[in-house]
């Protein structure tokens, strides 16, 4: 039988993509069960769960190791793979900002403006857009901490409530763009598995449409 593979998120991406695919009869009672096992898969139906960190999700796709993928619009924007971004599940809403602390003042800004951030091609994609030039530092740990200590002026982030934002003493300066939750597919898979992949495309987009 011919499988689909599909690539999810670790975490809340995950277990919420994976209910949709319930929802239109892809189910894997293994997937239920509490195990440390990364792949999981219903031979009836054809399917197939991989459990990878969100961020490998969109290289899985592009690489053929997954047709397809639960994957939020940040790590899209931010990896720029070539794969098809098909549908907004309208689920895991944030926000890419600008934060800074409550005591910036940009127009005492001399120099270039120092970002710190996990989304490097983001921010200097946005500020590029804007006709400025930004000294980019990459983090990969808490990025709140970097205007904190001198490290940087600013810090481009996903926001979801702000409250992390407070308890540090930063705020949201600026908004960037609207973030939520995607279906990508491989471009090959998407043409030699299409029958497959289009049926359950328009089974997510039913669920989509019975839940708004």
Do not use: H, W
Request: aromatic share 8%; glycine share 8%; net charge neutral.
């Amino acid at each position: 039988m011919e499988y689909i593979n599909v690539a999810l998120g670790k975490g809340r991406l995950a277990e919420k993509g994976y209910e949709i695919f319930k929802k239109i009869g892809y189910d894997c009672s293994d997937f239920e069960k509490k195990s440390r096992k990364l792949v999981f898969e219903n031979s009836e139906k054809g399917i197939r769960f991989i459990l990878v960190k969100a961020q490998d999700v969109p290289i899985y796709v592009e690489r053929g190791a997954a047709d397809i993928g639960i994957v939020g619009k940040d790590t899209i924007m931010e990896e720029e793979r070539d794969l098809y971004e098909i549908l907004d599940l309208g689920f895991g809403k944030c926000k890419f900002s600008v934060a800074a602390p409550n005591s910036f003042q940009p127009e005492k800004m001399q120099g270039m403006l120092r970002v710190a951030t996990k989304y490097p091609r983001v921010a200097q994609g946005y500020f590029m857009s804007k006709g400025r030039q930004i000294d980019v530092i990459k983090l990969n740990g808490s990025v709140e901490l970097a205007p904190l200590v001198g490290l940087s002026d600013v810090i481009v982030d996903i926001v979801e409530t702000g409250g992390t934002l407070k308890e540090n003493g930063l705020e949201v300066i600026e908004d960037m763009y609207n973030v939520s939750a995607r279906v990508v597919v491989n471009k090959v898979s998407f043409k030699t598995k299409n029958l497959k992949i289009k049926a359950i495309i328009e089974g997510i987009k039913e669920i989509i449409k019975e839940e708004a």
